[in-house]
Each structure stands twice: as structure tokens, then as C-alpha cells.
């Protein structure tokens, strides 16, 4: 079904709700320390300002549980926003109330209003409907562009539609509605995806969903040794999950039956411990020392995964290849980052860690899409249908 965007509105002097994803890393001064996911956001609000909309933002931050809780304030949000807007961003105490109310009602054309934490109310997790009906009092339009929380059945993503005249999405949520609908409808061949991360049953439905559909899946990271296990391979004291050997074992079968490549690593590196300082070595899978722990994916492994890659007009990439967060841990993922920036194809990461690679490596600027929300696009890409897109399908 089609989904309406933000340029199908008439804006002039409407008040315009805009669900962001302002769900951002606060340092330990409480300032913003990654501003990704509000420059992100920045196209679909300066459109709305360019367009004389009076434009109240709402978002969550962390996981208050329904609580106040300063740590979780939105207010340094707004203060790094009124430096990238050049101009002032009003901040409400709260996200509903008389004095929310009064506020949205005085906002001039192309002013900007962010509301306190939505998830300082409990309703809002809760897809409370009179929670709802408040939220949808402040407005006359509707705009969602925030799609990592679209799988979230959430008053602010769901609930609050039915009450509010129109709803549309934010240039954000179509471009990301774009690229991830192609990778699931019509990508184009061959389509290579590459999944990491530590457990397989974290990925089992879109490992399933897009053997149906690409042409090569790589695996890495800790979930790999799940699948060594399966085919008796012995992998040190390497993070396994024991009780998943039988659905590895199914889906090895699953790709051979669809005469899918699905790639083990065939070397890696192990380490005798995490601990600071620790041996290292490079060894191939099958002959990893019994005391010792697999921590990334090996040269071999980085050269085989590159070749792939590089032949592909379409890659997916989820999950790192290691222990990316620890240093020496990070070099396959690093590696893997830069093969996606030298391809020729469509390149698109699905968020989490894969995005850090990708910025830490200095190559975000030469991926085709940078998918804000990780668990999200995963669960579009096993095949789920997201509540939040589905309410702006029905409106």
C-alpha cells in the first residue's frame, strides 16, 4: 500500500507533529556525543520550516520505564539541534499538558518545539489511547521519520494516528521504506549479504527471509561458530550456542537447497583470553588451539569475503565480523567496511555496529544507505510487516 510523504502536505501554518528518533548517546556531562541520528532527521525539518509549518518534534531517549529521570532528558537534544538549525528550538517540560498545549498553539510559522522525553509516560510504551489522543490534540498533521522505532507499537508511533486529520512519512522514514523495500522486492543481482554479530537466534527469521532471496550469504563474527559446531568442527572456548546446532544444521540445508554460497570463516583470530594484553594469534577454524577464543574473522577469511563483495550489485551488511569494540578485535570488520565503500553495487547497512565500522573507517560517505534503525531493519527484512508503517499504510 502506499504511504503518503511529508511533500504531499499543504504545511502552510499547520501544527505538524514529526515522530524523530532523537534516541542519541548523552556523554557524561550530559551533552550529546553522536549527533548522527538528529542530522539525520535535519532534510525532513527544514522542509517543514521552508514550508511555514509550526513544527512540534517528539521523540524517546534511552529507557526511563515511565519515569522522570534527568538522565534521559531531551534537553541537550535540543540545544545541539538549535546549533545545526541555526535558530531556536523551544524545549516543553513535557509531552503533554496545558502548558504542552499552550506552547504548540503559540509556535509561529517555521518554529520549532522538541517535547520532553515521551517515554517519561508509561502510556506511551503502553499504546495508551488516551496517552494517544493527547499527543494528536497538538497537532494538525501527522509525520513519522522515525523509522528505528516503526517496529514499536507505541502511542507516538501507532496510537495517536487515527486522531490526528493526516499522516504522511518523513523524508528519512522513505528513504528508508526505499532502499530496504528493494532489498526485499527487487534487488539486483547478484545480492551478497553479510551477517555478524554473537547468536544466531538474534537473526534466525531474516537469515531464513533472504535465503529466498540474495545469491551469497556471508557469516562472521561469534554466530559463526554456532554453524561449526553443527558440522562437528571443534572451536575452542569460542562464544557458541549449543542449542542451536539443529537450526544451524537447517539452515546449511536451507542454502544448499537454494543452491545458495553460504561462507564460514576458514581462518580467524584467537586469543587466549579478552583481557588487555592477551596472545593472539591467526590460525585456521579447524585447528583453533581447545583453551583459546575466536575473536575476528582471519586474512583468508577478509580476501575471500572481499572477492564476493566486490562481484555483487547489491550488498546487505548486519553484525560485526568480531569483538569489534575491543581494538585489536576490529580489524575484519574494519576490512569488511571498506570492501562495501570499493564496491560498484547498492550498499546498504542495517544499522548497530556496522554503522560505527563504517564511520570509524572513514567511508560513510561512499555507502548507497545507512539504515538508522537496526533492530527495525531487521525485522523488515524477515518478512515482519512494522506497526508503524502499517498505520501510515492505513491512514
Given at each position: 500500500?502506499?504511504?503518503?510523504?511529508?511533500?504531499?502536505?499543504?504545511?502552510?501554518?499547520?501544527?505538524?507533529?514529526?515522530?524523530?528518533?532523537?534516541?542519541?548517546?548523552?556523554?557524561?556531562?550530559?551533552?550529546?556525543?553522536?549527533?548522527?541520528?538528529?542530522?539525520?532527521?535535519?532534510?525532513?525539518?527544514?522542509?517543514?520550516?521552508?514550508?511555514?509549518?509550526?513544527?512540534?518534534?517528539?521523540?524517546?531517549?534511552?529507557?526511563?520505564?515511565?519515569?522522570?529521570?534527568?538522565?534521559?532528558?531531551?534537553?541537550?537534544?535540543?540545544?545541539?539541534?538549535?546549533?545545526?538549525?541555526g535558530g531556536r528550538v523551544y524545549f516543553a517540560s513535557d509531552s503533554i499538558g496545558r502548558e504542552v498545549q499552550s506552547r504548540a498553539s503559540q509556535l509561529k510559522e517555521g518554529e520549532v518545539c522538541l517535547l520532553e522525553n515521551l517515554r517519561f509516560h508509561k502510556e506511551e510504551e503502553a499504546n495508551d489511547a488516551e496517552y494517544s489522543k493527547q499527543l494528536a490534540q497538538l497537532?494538525?498533521?501527522?509525520?513519522?521519520?522515525?523509522?528505528?522505532?516503526?517496529?514499536?507499537?507505541?502511542?507516538?508511533?501507532?496510537?495517536?494516528?487515527?486522531?490526528?486529520?493526516?499522516?504522511?512519512?518523513?523524508?528519512?522514514?522513505?528513504?528508508?521504506?526505499?532502499?530496504?523495500?528493494?532489498?526485499?522486492?527487487?534487488?539486483?543481482?547478484?545480492?551478497?549479504?553479510?551477517?555478524?554479530?554473537?547468536?544466531?537466534?538474534?537473526?534466525?527469521?531474516?537469515?531464513?527471509?533472504?535465503?529466498?532471496?540474495?545469491?551469497?550469504?556471508?557469516?562472521?563474527?561469534?554466530?559463526?561458530?554456532?554453524?561449526?559446531?553443527?558440522?562437528?568442527?571443534?572451536?575452542?572456548?569460542?562464544?557458541?550456542?549449543?542449542?542451536?546446532?539443529?537450526?544451524?544444521?537447517?539452515?546449511?540445508?536451507?542454502?544448499?537447497?537454494?543452491?545458495?554460497?553460504?561462507?564460514?570463516?576458514?581462518?580467524?583470530?584467537?586469543?587466549?583470553?579478552?583481557?588487555?594484553?592477551?596472545?593472539?594469534?591467526?590460525?585456521?577454524?579447524?585447528?583453533?588451539?581447545?583453551?583459546?577464543?575466536?575473536?575476528?574473522?582471519?586474512?583468508?577469511?577478509?580476501?575471500?569475503?572481499?572477492?564476493?563483495?566486490?562481484?555483487?550489485?547489491?550488498?546487505?551488511?548486519?553484525?560485526?565480523?568480531?569483538?569489534?569494540?575491543?581494538?585489536?578485535?576490529?580489524?575484519?570488520?574494519?576490512?569488511?567496511?571498506?570492501?562495501?565503500?570499493?564496491?560498484?553495487?547498492?550498499?546498504?547497512?542495517?544499522?548497530?555496529?556496522?554503522?560505527?565500522?563504517?564511520?570509524?573507517?572513514?567511508?560513510?560517505?561512499?555507502?548507497?544507505?545507512?539504515?538508522?534503525?537496526?533492530?527495525?531493519?531487521?525485522?523488515?527484512?524477515?518478512?515482519?510487516?512494522?506497526?508503524?508503517?502499517?498505520?501510515?499504510?492505513?491512514?
Open positions: 500500500m502506499p504511504i503518503k510523504c511529508i511533500r504531499d502536505l499543504d504545511l502552510k501554518t499547520k501544527r505538524v507533529f514529526i515522530r524523530v528518533d532523537f534516541n542519541v548517546p548523552l556523554d557524561e556531562k550530559l551533552a550529546v556525543s553522536d549527533d548522527t541520528r538528529i542530522r539525520a532527521s535535519l532534510p525532513t525539518i527544514q522542509y517543514a520550516r521552508q514550508n511555514g509549518a509550526r513544527i512540534i518534534l517528539a521523540s524517546h531517549l534511552g529507557r526511563p520505564k515511565g519515569r522522570v529521570n534527568p538522565k534521559c532528558s531531551l534537553r541537550p537534544v535540543a540545544t545541539r539541534l538549535e546549533e545545526l538549525l497537532c494538525d498533521l501527522y509525520v513519522n521519520d522515525a523509522f528505528g522505532t516503526a517496529h514499536r507499537a507505541h502511542a507516538s508511533t501507532v496510537g495517536m494516528i487515527p486522531f490526528c486529520r493526516e499522516a504522511a512519512a518523513g523524508f528519512l522514514m522513505e528513504r528508508e521504506l526505499e532502499y530496504l523495500g528493494k532489498l526485499v522486492s527487487n534487488p539486483e543481482k547478484p545480492f551478497v549479504a553479510i551477517l555478524g554479530g554473537a547468536k544466531v537466534s538474534d537473526k534466525i527469521e531474516v537469515i531464513r527471509n533472504l535465503l529466498t532471496r540474495v545469491d551469497a550469504l556471508l557469516i562472521g563474527g561469534a554466530m559463526a561458530y554456532t554453524f561449526f559446531l553443527a558440522q562437528g568442527v571443534e572451536v575452542g572456548k569460542s562464544l557458541v550456542e549449543p542449542e542451536k546446532t539443529d537450526l544451524a544444521k537447517q539452515l546449511l540445508d536451507l542454502a544448499a537447497a537454494r543452491n545458495v554460497a553460504l561462507l564460514l570463516p576458514i581462518d580467524h583470530v584467537v586469543t587466549s583470553s579478552l583481557h588487555k594484553g592477551a596472545e593472539t594469534q591467526i590460525t585456521r577454524v579447524e585447528k583453533t588451539p581447545p583453551d583459546w577464543i575466536g575473536v575476528d574473522i582471519g586474512p583468508m577469511t577478509i580476501q575471500m569475503y572481499r572477492e564476493r563483495v566486490r562481484g555483487a550489485r547489491t550488498v546487505f551488511w548486519n553484525g560485526p565480523m568480531g569483538v569489534f569494540e575491543k581494538e585489536p578485535f576490529a580489524a575484519g570488520t574494519m576490512e569488511i567496511a571498506r570492501a562495501l565503500a570499493d564496491c560498484h553495487g547498492t550498499t546498504v547497512i542495517g544499522g548497530g555496529d556496522s554503522v560505527s565500522a563504517v564511520n570509524s573507517s572513514g567511508v560513510a560517505n561512499k555507502i548507497t544507505h545507512i539504515s538508522t534503525g537496526g533492530g527495525a531493519s531487521l525485522e523488515f527484512l524477515s518478512g515482519i510487516q512494522l506497526p508503524g508503517v502499517v498505520a501510515l499504510q492505513q491512514k
